[in-house]
């Protein structure tokens, strides 16, 4: 058997703005057992169609298969198995009030986020970055007790 | 023009050519009913099931190669119709289906008779819609038709709300489409064209692969043209019968599963595949390591999907395979098909060791024998529909199929209880043609209320039913792979067959020797009726040649040797 590599990739597809269209996608996905890692949808700005991004693991013959689906159904105008990408994600993070409030402020700055609120018992923090970073910042957040931890999901434009 | 949706869409139905509808009412669907009932533009068949509706529109697409219209209600009217769908799906069939839906106020609420019917028929559509207003609903129509006919064909859905179909609008039905997502390649790739072409003439074993693809894009004369040309040998899917002609001496036969020993020997040993409208489907390939394991892949098909989907592909070409072939023949022009000499031979030797062949008998009437004797009485005359089992692959085996859609039969899904239904939609589209249904004993039973429709109408289909009294493939793999234990596919209890037929209107035979065969199949042709003809077979006959599931194609369980052999024509 040849090794199967499951790499993770990170795919858009540009749709025509259909009230089914997103359905028909993720259902391609879950028809044939693949999973979405994470998912992000908008439309695209002056235009009928929307912006989907997807993340997912997998091997070259099952992106090229997912690729060649995707393209089949007939809202799919393009599909983009991204190589050379700029891809960033956001994170929220809520902290109970009682934390370090600037060690948190310090963290996001570190990451180029800052504090998106402060309530009566919660600080909000935010922060949008490479993915990887994105996953950093959750790990060194961990020492001050989050109470709720939000991720968006990948949105990547080829280079 | 002013117009209700129901009015719209039976103008779209007249505006698209279709002369025949095949449906059964309901609530959500009255209102389109009322307008049929008013207009004469197309006839509409009153089935007795919609899962029959489907499968009559869907035989009528392949009788034709047009799109077959299919009509029927909300909620249980369009879960009948799913594996109508499907089957239509699986084998690329142009057909659009238009279901009523329960009014857009309702939907959602598990109205009376809602069914998300977008969301199950997802899976087993190329497209479906939804319409959510009456101003988009004719560039939905004309989009629906479209799309089921162009790139790979495929059944589309559309599912209109109740309160749509009363509203009034202006109605003006598009001449053109224009959907930007979706433009089919037709043309295929020139360079590729000229290095598989290049690849043919260096081959020294090549062969013709041919799948229902060839089918659907009238290109059986231009493959049999390559074919005759270079004089490369070919082999034919399930779905491709009659491409070729059971008379070309080019014809090795049908591949895979059930194939001949020649075919399916061809393909292991070929160097070179020529693969033009098939898709390397399990049944045909057996083990993948092991198909065609010495031979670089040229692959045609109009889906990119299909290509390197389960193969590897050497020359890959996405495109029209009339539109590839045309661009194929001029430049093969300095092709020498001596070359293939001794590869012809080797096969026709294969072919001389072991023929398409089985034991026949004097006591009682071989299934084989019945569908050879057919054959010799109607031949290139008639069109053959079949359902799924043991009869199927006979048919498939020993009918002599002379061209293309003369054979419709259920090849990707598998759907007992397709052929009766299948064979009233090509009788409809041609009436001038001899219609049979090769059926078994049980198939037939799953739209045996189609015997009434069939007489209301006067659809003189004639039901060969090849009665093994067994659920007869399922039995066979009983036999080979679980110790003969017959789990639940005795079907010793029987229905009167020829009192069922004349108890809905129709004529029933029972055939026993082949004397009242031959009787029994020249007065069917003469009636304007619809008939059952049961006809009495062993019980325990085998589909040989048969490669176990999962095998490689050259292991075959080989039918017992005879003296008499007795050779497919
Ligand atoms: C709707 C449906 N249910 C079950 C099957 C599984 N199946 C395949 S062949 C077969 C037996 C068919 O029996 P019969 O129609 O008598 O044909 P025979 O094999 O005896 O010629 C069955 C049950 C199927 N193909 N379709
Ligand atoms: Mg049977």
């Known amino acids: ?51 989907i991004t997807l993340e997912t693991n997998g091997g070259v013959k099952v992106m090229e298969q997912i690729t060649k689906q995707l393209h089949k159904l007939i809202p799919v105008y393009k599909v983009i198995e991204h190589e050379e990408m700029v891809e960033k994600e956001m994170v929220l993070i809520k ?65 | 023009m002013q117009m209700s949706g129901a009015q719209m869409v039976c103008e779209a139905i007249i505006a698209e050519g279709v002369k025949t509808v095949f449906g059964y009412p309901g609530g959500a669907i009255m209102h389109v009913y009322d307008e049929i009932y008013k207009q004469n533009g197309f006839e509409h068949i009153l089935n007795r099931h919609e899962q029959a509706s489907v499968h009559a529109a869907d035989g009528y697409a392949r009788a034709t190669g047009e799109v077959g219209v299919a009509m029927v209600t909300s909620g249980p009217g369009f879960t009948n119709a799913v594996t109508g769908l499907a089957t239509a799906y699986m084998d690329s069939i142009p057909m659009v289906v238009i279901s009523g839906q329960v009014p857009l106020s309702l ?72 959907i930007p997502s979706y433009k089919p390649t037709y043309k295929g790739n020139n360079r590729q064209i000229e290095k598989a072409v290049e690849a043919i003439k260096s081959a020294k074993k090549p062969l013709l692969y041919i799948g229902g693809g060839v089918v659907l894009s009238n290109a059986s004369d231009l493959v049999r043209e390559l ?48 693969s033009f409208g098939a898709r390397f489907d399990d049944r045909v390939t057996g083990k993948l390591s092991e198909f065609a394991k010495y031979a670089d892949i040229i692959h045609v098909d109009i889906d990119a999907a299909n290509i390197g989907k389960l193969v590897d592909v050497d020359y890959p070409i996405v495109g029209d395979v009339t539109k590839v072939i045309e661009k194929m023949l001029p430049l093969l022009d300095d092709v020498n098909p001596d070359r293939y ?25 071989k299934p084989q024998w019945a569908i050879e004797r057919i054959g010799e009485l109607v031949g290139e005359d008639a069109i053959i529909t079949s359902d799924v089992g043991q009869h199927q692959m006979w048919a498939a ?6 061209r293309p859609r003369q054979w419709i039969n259920s090849g990707g899904l598998g759907t007992m209880g397709f052929g009766f239904p299948a064979a009233l939609g090509a009788k409809r589209a041609h009436p001038e043609k001899t219609v049979i249904n090769i059926t078994g004993d049980g198939s037939i039973l799953m739209n045996m209320q189609e015997l009434v429709t069939a007489a209301e109408y006067k659809i003189p289909v004639i039901n060969l039913i090849l009665n093994n009294h067994f659920l007869g493939m399922v039995r066979q793999w009983q036999t080979f792979f679980y110790e003969k234990r ?25 055939v026993s020797t082949k004397e009242e065969f031959d009787a029994a199949v020249k007065d069917a042709i003469e009636q304007d009726k619809v008939c059952f003809m049961n006809v009495q077979t062993n ?10 599931a999962g095998g490689a194609l050259f292991n075959m369980m080989l039918p017992q040797k005879t003296e008499s052999k007795k050779e497919n024509s």
């Open chain 2, 486 to 510: 017959y789990s639940e596919t005795d079907l010793s209890f029987q229905p009167n067959f020829k009192a069922l037929a004349e108890a809905c209107g129709g004529i029933g035979y029972d």
């Open chain 2, 397 to 402: 085996q020993h009918y002599p199929f002379d």
């Open chain 2, 539 to 548: 019980r325990f006959e085998d589909v040989l040649p048969m490669v176990p």
């Open chain 1, 1 to 51: 058997m040849p090794k199967i590599l499951k790499e993770r990739r990170v795919i858009s597809v540009v749709v025509m703005n259909e009230s089914s269209v997103l359905a028909r996608v993720t259902a391609l996905f879950a028809a044939r057992g693949y999973n979405i890692a994470s998912l992000t949808v908008a439309p695209i700005p002056n235009s009928d169609m929307s912006h």
């Open chain 2, 227 to 274: 074919a005759e040309k270079t004089q490369i040998p070919a082999v034919e899917t399930l779905m491709a019968r009659g491409v070729m002609g059971s008379k070309n001496p080019l014809l090795l036969g049908m591949l895979g599963m059930h194939g001949n020993y020649a075919s399916n020997m061809a393909m292991s040993e070929t160097d070179l595949v020529i």
């Open chain 2, 341 to 365: 000499n001794a590869w012809r031979e080797i096969l026709k030797r294969y072919d001389d060791l072991h023929p398409q062949s089985y034991v026949d008998s004097d006591e009682v009437i």
């Open chain 1, 95 to 159: 902290f109970p009030i009682a934390e370090n409030l600037s060690d948190i402020a310090a963290l996001c700055a570190a990451y180029n986020g800052g504090i998106a609120n402060v309530g009566k018992e919660m600080v909000i923090a935010q922060v949008a970055d490479e993915p990887k970073r994105v996953r950093h910042f959750i790990e060194a957040a961990q020492r001050y007790n989050p109470c709720e931890i939000v991720r968006s999901g990948v949105v990547a434009i080829e280079r």
């Open chain 2, 107 to 178: 939907i959602g609420t598990d109205g009376f008779q809602e069914i998300d019917a977008v969301g199950i028929s997802r899976p087993c559509t190329k497209h479906n819609f939804l319409v959510r207003t009456l101003e988009e609903l004719p560039r939905i129509l004309k989009e629906a038709f479209y799309i089921a006919r162009s790139g790979r064909p495929g059944p589309v859905l559309v599912d209109v709300p109740k309160d749509i179909t009363v509203e009034i609008g202006e109605f003006s039905y598009p001449d053109s489409v224009n």
